[in-house]
T-cell receptor
C-alpha cells in the first residue's frame, strides 16, 4: 500500500472563500483521485488528477468549481472555490499503485462552510 | 436504480455471531470488486478484493457471482472491533479506473 497524507485535516471556512487541499503520497503512483463524502453518504468521485494535464471530471463536477493540479507523481491539490454551505463535506484523495486497480485513501479533509 | 446497492443495515449482532452482507451491481461489464471498511470519521480502508473463485482472509469470506451480479461478505465470530460501515465497491470496466461505492452497511457488534 501507500502512505498518503492530506492537509489540512479540517477547516471551517466562510461562504464565498476558497480552500486548497493538498494530497501527498510517499511513492510515485500512476493514478490519483479526489472524492467527496457528504454527511451520511457514501463516496462520490469528483475527478481523476492527471499528471501534467487537465483533470478528468465526473458528471456534476466542473473545473471552475473544483480546480485540480498534479504537478508530479506524488502530489496533487484540490481547490473548492467560492464555497457555500452545500460544500460542507469530507474530501478524500486516493491513489492506485502502478499496475493495480486497488485504491488507497488519504485520511480526508473535513470541511465546514458557514 | 443505483449502480451498486447494498443491504441498508444497521446490523446489530452479538459478539461471536456470523453476519453476511449482500451487494448487487448493475454494470455487467464491471471487472473488479472490493469490500472496504470505514470507521466513524475515518477514511475507507481496503478490507479485501473479491475474486470469482471466492476468497477468504481469516474470519472474512468474500464471494462473487458474476451471473447474478452479486457480491457477498461473510464475517464469522464477530468481534467488537468489527463494528464499522462496510462498503461494497465496484470498478467500472474498460481500463477506466473508477470506483463506484455502495451506500454502505453499518455493523454494530455488542457484548
Amino acid at each position: 500500500s501507500a502512505v498518503i497524507s492530506q492537509k489540512p485535516s479540517r477547516d471551517i471556512c466562510q461562504r464565498g472563500t476558497s480552500l486548497t487541499i493538498q494530497c501527498q503520497v510517499d511513492s510515485q503512483v500512476t493514478m490519483m483521485f479526489w472524492y467527496r463524502q457528504q454527511p451520511g453518504q457514501s463516496l462520490t468521485l469528483i475527478a481523476t488528477a492527471n499528471q501534467g494535464s487537465e483533470a478528468t471530471y465526473e458528471s456534476g463536477f466542473v473545473i471552475d468549481k473544483f480546480p485540480i493540479s498534479r504537478p508530479n507523481l506524488t502530489f496533487s491539490t484540490l481547490t473548492v472555490s467560492n464555497m457555500s454551505p452545500e460544500d460542507s463535506s469530507i474530501y478524500l484523495c486516493s491513489v492506485a499503485l502502478t499496475g493495480t486497480d486497488t485504491q488507497y485513501f488519504g485520511p480526508g479533509t473535513r470541511l465546514t462552510v458557514l | 436504480r443505483k449502480e451498486v446497492e447494498q443491504d441498508p443495515g444497521p446490523f446489530n449482532v452479538p459478539e461471536g455471531a456470523t453476519v453476511a452482507f449482500n451487494c448487487t451491481y448493475s454494470n455487467s461489464a464491471s471487472q473488479s470488486f472490493f469490500w472496504y471498511r470505514q470507521d466513524c470519521r475515518k477514511e475507507p480502508k481496503l478490507l479485501m478484493s473479491v475474486y470469482s473463485s471466492g476468497n477468504e482472509d481469516g474470519r472474512f469470506t468474500a464471494q462473487l457471482n458474476r451471473a447474478s451480479q452479486y457480491i457477498s461478505l461473510l464475517i464469522r465470530d464477530s468481534k467488537l472491533s468489527d463494528s464499522a460501515t462496510y462498503l461494497c465497491v465496484v470498478n467500472r470496466s474498460g481500463g477506466y479506473n473508477k470506483l463506484i461505492f455502495g451506500a454502505g452497511t453499518r455493523l454494530a457488534v455488542h457484548p
